[in-house]
T-cell receptor, first 116, second 114 residues
Framework: AQTVTQSQPEMSVQEAETVTLSCTYDTSENNYYLFWYKQPPSRQMILVIR??????QNATENRFSVNFQKAAKSFSLKISDSQLGDTAMYFC?????????????FGKGTKLSVKP | KAGVTQTPRYLIKTRGQQVTLSCSPISGHRSVSWYQQTPGQGLQFLFE???????NKGNFPGRFSGRQFSNSRSEMNVSTLELGDSALYLC?????????????FGEGSRLTVL
């Protein structure tokens, strides 16, 4: 069975600074997808970034980038130039390739606070 | 395009009662998944429906059930409510094209069991 671990329950960062959220996972699968989802307070959860395991290049979406280390089973999220709107719960998630579209394995989340 | 809509947004029930939650997916999305979110356990997968068929099921007791209608709208039901069922129930839809894993979530239904 796959597991996803986020070891930082809470983090804070000053506006405009950079912060890195950690995620490790355990799987025997070779082909899979990894995700970071963001859940702002009292708002819908949205996809931040996605990484295919077969791609060596780290995914990037504007100020968000990942450091994907397949051998170490590590998948961290870096947020550059943090903004107040980045304040949210961040969830790391795993889905095996060919798996059920709706069945993602989520970590327990990291609560990020961006301070002015 | 309208997003995923969940109703009701908040509800309070007592132990032993039953509850039905509704989810309308994004137009054109045929896959609907349900998750239970609690502070202690995080997000746990309940089940997924596609074209009115349950495609996958998580590790929850039989008190938790669901269904999907021909218009892709989905409902989940919890019978004989327990205090531990208090949670945010999230519905998510996806287009099921390319199996990309991108889910579109609703705002959730917050259930409190007294």
């Amino acid at each position: 069975a796959q597991t996803v671990t986020q070891s930082q329950p809470e983090m804070s960062v000053q506006e405009a600074e950079t912060v890195t959220l950690s995620c490790t996972y355990d799987t025997s699968e070779n082909n899979y997808y990894l995700f970071w989802y963001k859940q702002p307070p009292s708002r819908q959860m949205i996809l931040v970034i996605r990484q295919e395991a077969y791609k060596q290049q780290n995914a990037t979406e504007n100020r968000f980038s990942v450091n994907f280390q397949k051998a170490a089973k590590s998948f961290s999220l870096k947020i550059s130039d943090s903004q107040l709107g980045d304040t949210a719960m961040y969830f790391c998630a795993f889905m095996k390739q060919g798996g059920s579209q709706g069945n993602l394995i989520f970590g327990k989340g990291t609560k990020l606070s961006v301070k002015p | 395009k309208a997003g995923v809509t969940q109703t009701p947004r908040y509800l309070i029930k007592t132990r032993g009662q039953q509850v039905t939650l509704s989810c309308s997916p994004i137009s054109g999305h045929r896959s609907v998944s349900w998750y239970q979110q609690t502070p202690g356990q995080g997000l746990q997968f309940l089940f997924e429906y596609f074209s009115e068929t349950q495609r996958n099921k998580g590790n929850f007791p039989g008190r938790f059930s669901g269904r999907q209608f021909s218009n892709s709208r989905s409902e989940m039901n919890v019978s004989t409510l327990e205090l531990g069922d208090s949670a945010l129930y999230l519905c998510a839809s996806s287009s099921n094209t390319g199996n990309t894993g991108e889910l579109f979530f609703g705002e959730g239904s917050r259930l409190t069991v007294l």
